[in-house]
């Protein structure tokens, strides 16, 4: 079976929510932030690129279709955030005339619908887009990486997805860092189950096939894992990383940027080690995983397991998630069991 048409879909959706997502982030004010009652910032561009992505989809498809999403319109339906909603609704109109693919405008009640069209709850049976609107919403509010983050499963499994990275150098991290000034940003990652992953420059220029590192000696590999020590335990991917015999120092970014990244070789490795208690969400990885397994690449948790996308929202991984080429991962893994085992609380 072929995703041709929801793939196409898919990069229109995730490119518009792009262009949404820069436009703020150049006026970012202090007043975009809100808190959500588990305190994650969030901004108007995190609802307005899912609003985005959802309309698109369905003007697409025009289908009936499912989609799990990480934001709702809770918050944005309370006394006193009429405000932010009218920002939203512009944010998404302007975003929607620019474009001028559909000659509509949609009023706050069409945004909020939008929002909530992504109540799905996934599954292991028919189809359900994943949708992460910003993923790295940290690094959005610092300027640094952040992803649009949206995946096809069918029957469980991810089918297609798309990542667009707006604040990725087009070249390689490993040439350019971060924050170089002369270079040139925004990529969009693609991925079809079987077809190869692709990238191309956000403004739509020609896509170039891409592959994950193939480096095999792990002197030679360096490694990405969060920004935020908050997010992954960095003494416990440091000592990882020593076993393995990693020379180079971590590449801390925001975001599923790191996938991308990860799929066109920028870097061999990508560790995530959440602190306990922390449940994994399928938006998370749904998107990064495929682009990194049709590049080459091997998605699995700390136990070599697969990810299963096929249980709802949540993903139940088995410590943390690790990512690599296949030569280095049973390196890899034996590094991580060790290193485990060191770090468990002795009984
Ligand atoms: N306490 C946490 N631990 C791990 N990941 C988190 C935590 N809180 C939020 N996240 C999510 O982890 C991802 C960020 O990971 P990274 O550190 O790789 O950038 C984001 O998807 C972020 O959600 P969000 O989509 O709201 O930004
Ligand atoms: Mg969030
Ligand atoms: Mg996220
Ligand atoms: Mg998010």
């Not at 939203?88 to 693919?101: P, W």
């Not at 096809?152 to 000034?181: I, M, R, W, Y």
Request: glycine share 8%; proline share 4%; charged share 20%.
């Amino acid at each position: 079976m072929s995703y041709h048409k929801e793939l196409a879909a898919a990069k229109k959706a995730a490119s518009l929510a792009a262009r949404l997502c820069q436009n703020v982030q150049k006026a970012l004010l202090q007043s975009d932030v809100q808190s959500k009652t588990d305190k994650t910032p969030v901004t108007v561009a995190d609802y307005g690129s899912q609003a985005l992505i959802s309309f698109v989809l369905q003007q697409e498809l025009r289908a009936e279709f499912s989609l799990v999403a990480e934001e709702d319109s809770k918050d944005l339906r309370k006394d006193g955030a009429q405000e932010i909603v009218e920002r939203i609704t512009k944010l998404v109109n302007y975003s929607l005339t620019t474009d001028g693919s559909y000659n509509v405008t949609l009023s706050t009640e069409d945004v909020l619908k939008a929002i909530d069209s992504g109540r799905s709850e996934g599954g292991s049976q028919g189809q359900h887009w994943v949708l992460d609107p910003i993923d790295g919403t940290k690094g959005f509010l610092r300027g640094d990486q952040y992803a649009i983050a949206l995946a096809l499963l069918d029957g469980g499994k991810v089918v297609l997805g798309v990542l667009a990275c707006p604040n990725l150098p087009l070249t390689s991290l490993e040439d350019a860092g971060q924050h170089s000034p002369n270079n040139e940003v925004g990529c969009l990652f693609f991925a079809e189950v079987g077809g190869g992953t692709y990238m191309q420059p956000l403004d739509g220029s020609s896509a170039v096939k891409v592959q994950v590192s193939a480096v095999e000696n792990p002197e030679e590999a360096s490694f990405f894992e969060s920004y935020e020590a908050a997010h992954s335990m960095h003494d416990l991917t440091s000592l990882i990383a020593q076993k393995l015999g990693v020379k180079a120092p971590p590449v801390r970014i925001d975001s599923q940027a790191k996938y991308g990244a990860l799929s066109r070789g920028d870097g061999a490795i990508y560790l995530r080690f959440p602190h306990k208690g922390y449940r994994e969400k399928i938006w998370d990885h749904a998107a990064g995983c495929i682009v990194v397994t049709e590049a080459g690449g091997v998605v699995t948790d700390a136990a070599g397991q697969p990810l299963d996308f096929s249980k709802g929202k949540h993903l139940d991984v088995d410590t943390g998630i690790i990512v690599t080429n296949q030569k280095l991962m049973p390196l890899l893994l034996n590094a991580v069991k060790e290193s485990l085992k060191e770090k468990a609380p002795s009984s």
